[in-house]
């Protein structure tokens, strides 16, 4: 709207070209082009651009506005840099999902002392993207690998990449003690499986699960949706035989029952072992498909994520001032805690429309008594401890760290139950809250932590726990629920709400801490959606229609 005109006799002849960004890089790539409306400053464009979206990463978009110049007939220079550049905007697709209406309004910029006018930018989810499946499986004969009991056997699926890698999207629940494991019925979304795209590979590893967190790896066999969806239409057994490497599939015959029946190998054991079959099989028991509200139809309608910080302050840490501690921030880079923080909420910001994210502090000595405190707001201010957006924070987290005493111990439930307090007053899905603990070490509380987020899975509320250090975290992966679904005192969590990781595990080689943010975010972010959808299906919430 309101472009600037840089013809003589006419107005000008508008084009869009829009740049993307890959993730942890700062090369600006061409995704695309509009097409070109003639001798307007008000040009409405048909061209869309179809996008992959991930909540979890930071996608940045540039949109850049040529004016086209008058071209003889059958000239077709569209060379970018002989046009005139009319302006650009910078925007992060989360951005334009997170605004109202999924319509956002940007001022273009670029030419130095000049208005040139905005960019309206609309963004709607295709609706191939809303299938979910609901699927079940069992194991038979798998391999023994407890001493003095058998296995206690999960799955892991992977989705694939476009660059060859795989990216976990679902862990089943543990079954005790057992050979031959049923596992509950799951349901994931078509987009997690498999991006949309039925042929791409589907990895599933078979594990057995050990308390200290060091899964003992049975084998692995790969499928695809488009192999698993024949389940729902077809009576097809898949007999096993000796494949040749993991997920070779038998030939497919004709029988009364809907089996799918690939055979589960390990590598490591195929290469010591001539006679080595298969490490057991796996069996597709159901498979069905239906579509379902989507995590962007109810940012659409208008839930916000309401983003909570809480930091460990604890003497464990180190003192600040030295080099040595975990909070020490150089003139060069950010300390651990400021990355993961900076990580995680440039993220989860475009979700929040007003900007203002509550920070608290833990395991510390306030001032002026030096009183313990284990959810003292980071801003010194008891009554509104909401900062201006994730700089703010930064700000009163730095400040904080010149004024407190670090302390101990490593309470988490106080400040657990602070959010979990804010997010009972709204549970009608127009607030979902996202609390990040950002830790050092082995927490104290356990027991009450524990409780406290047994509470909250019924509650709209996300809990995300970032380990930072060289301490172990076998407690955390306890809170984790992914594979044991956490109890307290016999009550059992009615969500999984909890994501832990340990920061060392995305810090990148070569120093790069834009890439180190980008891979924590992508991993602790993941989960979101799906935990958001949890929430308001178990509560029968239906997302509010947007507007026009």
């Not at 996300?462 to 407690?475: D, N, T």
Request: aromatic share 10%; charged share 20%; net charge negative.
């Amino acid at each position: 709207r309101n472009l600037l005109d840089m013809d003589t006799f006419s107005k000008s002849d508008p084009v869009v070209v829009l740049f993307v960004q890959g993730s942890g890089s700062s090369e600006w790539k061409e995704f695309g082009r509009t097409e070109v409306i003639d001798n307007t400053l008000n040009p409405d464009f048909v061209r869309k651009f179809v996008l992959d979206y991930y909540f979890e990463e930071k996608q940045n978009l540039r949109f850049d506005v040529w004016g086209l110049w008058q071209e003889p007939p059958g000239s077709h220079n569209t060379v970018l840099g002989v046009q005139d550049f009319l302006g650009q905007a910078f925007v992060a697709l989360g951005e334009v999902i997170g605004s109202q209406r999924g319509r956002l309004e940007r001022a273009l910029t670029g030419v130095p002392g000049k208005r040139c006018g905005t960019i309206l930018l609309l963004a709607e989810e295709l609706s191939n993207c809303r299938d979910i499946v609901t699927m079940q499986l069992c194991a038979n004969k798998l391999d023994k690998k407890d001493f003095f009991g058998k296995s206690d056997p999960f799955l892991v699926f992977y989705r694939s990449n476009e660059d060859g890698t795989f990216t976990i999207c679902h862990k089943t629940e543990v079954v005790k003690n057992t050979l031959n494991p049923v596992w509950q019925p799951f349901t994931i979304p078509v987009r997690a499986l498999c991006n949309g795209d039925y042929d791409r590979t589907v990895k599933i590893d078979v594990y057995d699960w050990d308390r200290d967190g060091s899964h003992d790896f049975i084998g692995e066999f790969a499928t695809s949706y488009r192999e698993l969806s024949r389940a729902q239409s077809q009576f097809t057994v898949y007999e096993v035989g000796q494949g040749a490497g993991a997920g070779d599939w038998g030939t497919p015959h004709n029988r009364d029952n809907p089996i799918l029946r690939p055979q589960v190998l390990n590598p490591r054991k195929k290469c010591k072992k001539k006679k080595y079959v298969n490490s057991g099989t796996v069996t597709l028991l159901s498979f069905s498909v239906e579509s379902e509200f989507t995590f962007v139809d109810y940012i659409r309608g208008g839930t916000q994520l309401n983003f909570t910080v809480a930091i460990d302050f604890t003497a464990s840490n180190g003192m600040p001032s030295q080099p040595t501690s975990l909070h020490y921030a150089s003139p060069y880079q950010l300390s651990a805690y400021a990355l993961a923080l900076k990580a995680v909420g440039e993220i989860i910001q475009d979700y929040d429309s007003d900007k203002l994210f509550p920070a608290y502090g833990f395991g510390a000595k306030v001032p002026p008594d030096g009183k313990i405190s284990h959810q003292f707001p980071l801003n010194n201010n008891a009554d509104n401890p909401s900062c201006a957006g994730i700089e703010g924070v930064l700000e009163s987290y730095l400040q904080s760290l010149r004024t407190v005493q670090l302390y101990g111990p490593t309470n988490f439930a106080p400040v657990i139950n602070q959010v979990a307090g804010t997010a009972a007053q709204v549970t009608d899905g127009s607030q979902y809250h996202v609390l990040l603990i950002i830790t050092d070490g082995v927490i104290s509380d356990m027991l009450q932590t524990k409780e406290a987020i047994v509470t909250a899975s019924a509650l709209p509320m996300s809990i995300i726990i970032v380990g930072v250090g060289p301490a172990e975290f076998e407690a955390m992966e306890e809170l984790d629920g992914d594979e044991v679904r956490l109890s307290s005192r016999g009550r059992y969590a009615e969500r999984d709400i909890v994501q832990f990781v340990p920061f060392r595990d995305y810090v990148d080689d070569s120093g790069n801490q834009v890439l180190s943010m980008a891979r924590l975010a992508k991993d602790v972010l993941a989960e979101i959606p799906e935990q958001l959808l949890s929430y308001m299906k178990t509560r029968d919430i239906k997302p509010r229609q947007a507007g026009p």
